[in-house]
């Protein structure tokens, strides 16, 4: 198989993989589901915060998206939300003059992880799994020697304001940058070489690898933008919450797997897209809010939660079936 046959694999199963429409049906189900439940929840008002909910998970989804594409998979992206959010509240310490600092600094930090992510999948072979899990621990130690158990500071008032505010008074700021960023991602799949790559890479990397795509550029590339992804919503997270704690992004990792999964891109890698994920993380912002407003208990929650997103999947992946 020749260079230009797994990229044109890749560009076929990043075709397959836009035919989304299921599951925004789903999403269109649930809010006629979650209107009926809590009359009120499509109004403009509290749509926007939903969705402002969503943006935060929509844009870790982004980096988890290419990683599952790739046939890979990114467990260290909640511990450095943690470490982002509590690094920048302690920097910024309430002050704008802080906020360039905190913001390069956390990014560098982002960076470095995709980094070793990237570097030991690829030249010490370990699996995804197991690498950034590992990565997932030192971070997450990392985050409590700094803050030395007690997160300290507090969000500076552009911070705030980027995380809190709306352009021309309608659309939240987060979720404008998630477009942006979604605009972005779909470009990237759909046209750019990294995208092919990425396919390529998932659909079978020995192939991708005697054709020449350059396995190693694409693996590291796809963790740095994931851990900078992730490095992101520390950020916009402490301008939300207006201060730090040490379980911020506990919930991101399991639920960007989710939302990315049912959107439709597979686990096995070499099939999806992010056009689905928008959807996925829409989905599982509406589940978890429509949990709340039932007012089931936490665990009761966590259960419930966990049987939609089975059901959700199943129905897709018998859907997939028949195509």
């Known amino acids: 198989m020749n260079h230009q046959n797994v990229l044109q694999g890749g560009l076929s199963s990043l075709r397959r993989g836009g035919a989304t429409l299921i599951v925004f049906i789903v999403m269109g189900c649930l809010l006629v589901i979650a209107e009926l439940i809590s009359p009120g929840f499509l109004g403009f008002s509290h749509m926007n915060s939903v969705l402002r909910q969503a943006s935060f998970l929509g844009i870790v989804a982004i980096g988890q998206t290419l990683v599952i594409i790739s046939g890979g998979i990114d467990l260290s992206i909640a511990p450095l939300i943690t470490l982002a959010n509590v690094m920048s509240a302690q920097i910024m310490d309430g002050k704008d003059a802080n906020v360039v600092w905190a913001i390069a600094i956390v990014f560098c930090i982002g960076l470095c992880c995709g980094l070793f992510n990237g570097l ?116 916009l997270l402490i301008g939300y919450t207006g201060t730090s704690y040490l379980d911020t992004g506990n919930a991101y990792t399991m639920n960007s797997i989710a939302a990315v999964v049912i959107g439709g891109t597979s686990v096995a890698g070499g099939l999806g897209g992010y056009a689905g994920t928008i959807a996925g993380s829409v989905i599982m912002t509406i589940i978890i809010g429509l949990l709340a407003v039932v007012r089931i208990p936490i665990s009761g929650r966590e259960i419930a939660q966990g049987l939609i997103i089975l059901l959700i999947l199943l129905a897709y992946g018998r859907e997939q079936k028949r195509r």
């Open 120 to 235: 030991g999948i690829y030249y010490l072979r370990i699996s995804p799994l197991v690498m950034t899990l590992g990565m997932g621990s030192v971070v997450q130690g990392i985050a409590y020697i700094y803050s030395k158990g007690a997160p300290k500071g507090a969000t500076a008032p552009f911070m705030k304001a980027v995380s809190t505010g709306r352009i021309l008074g309608v659309l939240s700021s987060p979720l404008l940058i998630w477009l942006a960023l979604a605009a972005v991602t779909i470009i990237i799949l759909r046209y750019a070489t990294l995208g092919r790559y990425i396919y390529a890479v998932g659909s079978n990397s020995v192939c991708a690898r005697y054709s020449g795509v350059d396995i190693r550029a694409t693996t590291v590339s796809i963790y740095v933008i994931s851990s900078i992804m992730a490095s992101l919503i520390g950020l």
